[in-house]
């Protein structure tokens, strides 16, 4: 494929080479291949079930630990709120109030999502500012009929030229409704963050943001930022930071080759939450806690919420102190037979690592090797809950090209669900992953590990999109807490479900833990 100079420029001023078009280009040719599930990981086959005894023991060695060591919370939150409210846009675009009722439309239509809308209207925390602001435009609003009340409320919270909700970053909406002010996910993280980030009295967050979001995120901090300090008795420190737009990756058409702009520019876009590792590379941490902008709850439930952080985090600590003297040990110039049986028993039991079969056959040298080089990685420590029927990938036993087996988190659509077996394996599945994550970014020396050395390339998505009306093929980097952590060493929990909570549509506001009452 030959590019122009003014291509050239293009991509060259996006920080993009050549060679990455191309090797783009190639892997939309010749597609991506599925992931070989072994099996599901379950309790005591990969999924670890930890008895009270344990969940103590695990918050007190964090509790005791974490003053010495540099702890961030990491938040991925540059979504606008456009999907929330999808379901809403849709009954805008169809329904005519000169012809039906909104009930008739709910009735016609099957709209079971509109319908619990409705009636949990004064329930979501944003209700009275968007009467308020109906009123300004309407000022007899009260005296409408209920119907086209309810249609100017939608339509209030939603037009461009009203409040415009849907342009909101997801993390700046009214989430939670208190006695004197409304909180936001923005608001709430650094609430929680108090609880179980924090260290000597300060704690340190990261959110990756869009950039034309940065001034409404800062402007939030500095309004609440005294607030949260005094209540929490904690110090916050806030890092914003950006989709790298040379993580973009190229479009094409259904022939694989390039789409262009109206104006002949070449089509770019973003790589999904994968091209996020380059910002988790940049973090200067020797525990990083990861958690969506959206996966909030009320101030009653926080407490809960944050001690299986803790205890997430108890336990990384705990196995990072082991890996480090297994590597330190085996660094010294006389290591034993006993010792390096030792560390390949702590792989195995403790990191879920499969030894390779012909183990006992290597040189003494290359055991040394071998188990040096399994234990010198960074560590995640992941949450997961029994499934329930809630959406996204799941914890399995995977087969690797080089036949491997590791432990992952997959998405269904690295999943090829024609294979019969495949598909029943899938099905198997009792868990699932709420991105409830602790990871450890720093090896046994102190320094940073290169993530990007970690990553399996091959776990990348094809999606199918559409611009202007027309389908278009798109490619998505390796998932953040998927494969761009495939050679990372891992450790699944069973964590309850009241650890995972996140917003996807406006009527998930209306579910206990984002209801005071």
């Not at 291949?33 to 008895?51: Q, S």
């Not at 005791?64 to 929330?84: L, N």
């Not at 190229?250 to 790589?271: C, M, Q, Y």
Request: charged share 25%; proline share 4%; aromatic share 12%.
């Amino acid at each position: 494929m030959k590019f122009s100079q003014k291509d050239k420029i293009q991509y060259t001023n996006k920080g993009i080479s050549l060679e990455r078009i191309q090797a783009q280009l190639d892997l939309f040719k010749k597609g991506l291949p599925f992931v070989k599930l072994k099996a599901a990981a379950t309790v005591g086959h990969g999924i670890l079930k930890l008895d009270a005894n344990s969940k103590k023991k695990y918050i007190n060695y964090f509790e005791a630990r974490k003053d010495e060591k540099d702890i961030v919370k990491f938040v991925p939150a540059s979504g606008a709120a456009t999907r929330m409210f999808k379901f809403l846009f849709e009954f805008l675009d169809k329904f005519n109030p000169d012809e039906e009722s909104i009930n008739a439309y709910i009735n016609k239509h099957k709209a079971t999502e509109l319908s619990i809308f409705i009636v949990g209207l004064e329930q979501f925390p944003f209700y009275e500012e968007v009467v308020q602001q109906a009123r300004t435009l309407v000022p007899n609003f009260n005296s409408l009929s209920n119907n086209d009340r309810k249609l100017l409320f939608i339509k209030t919270m939603l037009d461009a030229d009203k409040l415009n909700f849907s342009y909101f970053p997801k993390g700046l909406l009214p989430f939670h409704k208190y006695q004197s002010h409304n909180a936001s996910a923005f608001e709430e993280h650094l609430f929680e963050a108090a609880l179980y980030a924090e260290a000597k009295g300060k704690a340190n967050l990261h959110f990756t943001i869009s950039k034309t979001h940065k001034q409404k995120f800062g402007d939030e901090f500095k309004r609440i930022e005294g607030i949260v300090a005094q209540k929490t008795n904690t110090e916050f420190d806030i890092e914003f930071s950006f989709q790298l737009e040379s993580t973009d990756t190229i479009a094409v058409n259904s022939k694989n080759e390039p789409i262009r702009e109206a104006d002949g520019s070449l089509h770019f876009r973003p790589s999904g939450h994968g091209a996020l590792l380059h910002n988790l590379n940049s973090l200067e941490a020797d525990i990083v806690f990861i958690k969506n902008i959206d996966n909030v709850v009320v101030f009653k439930f926080e407490e809960q919420v944050a001690e299986y952080k803790k205890m997430l985090a108890g336990l990384l600590i705990e196995t990072q102190d082991k890996s480090y003297d297994y590597l330190n040990l085996l660094e010294q110039e006389e290591v034993s037979e006993d010792l390096i049986l030792e560390a390949a028993t702590f792989l195995a039991k403790q990191l879920n690592v499969v030894i390779n079969p012909e183990f006992e056959k290597f040189s003494k040298a290359n055991k040394i090797e071998y188990v040096f080089l399994k234990l010198n990685r960074p560590i995640r420590v992941c949450g997961m809950v029994k499934n329930e029927g809630e959406p996204g990938g799941g914890p399995f036993w995977v087969k690797g090209e080089n036949g491997e087996i590791t432990l992952q988190i997959v998405e269904s659509a690295q999943i090829d669900l024609n294979n019969k077996e495949q598909k029943k394996i899938l099905k198997n599945a009792t868990h699932f992953n709420p991105v409830d994550l602790v990871c450890g970014i720093r090896n046994y020396k102190g320094d940073a590990f290169d993530l990007t050395h970690y990553v399996d390339p091959n776990t990348a998505f094809i999606s199918t999109k559409t611009k202007a009306g027309k389908r278009l093929k798109a490619l998505e980097l390796p998932g953040l807490w998927n494969g761009s952590m495939a050679k990372w060493n891992t450790i699944f929990v069973e964590v309850p479900l009241i650890t995972f909570n996140p917003v996807k549509t406006v009527n998930d506001l209306l579910k206990t833990p984002h209801q005071i009452d």
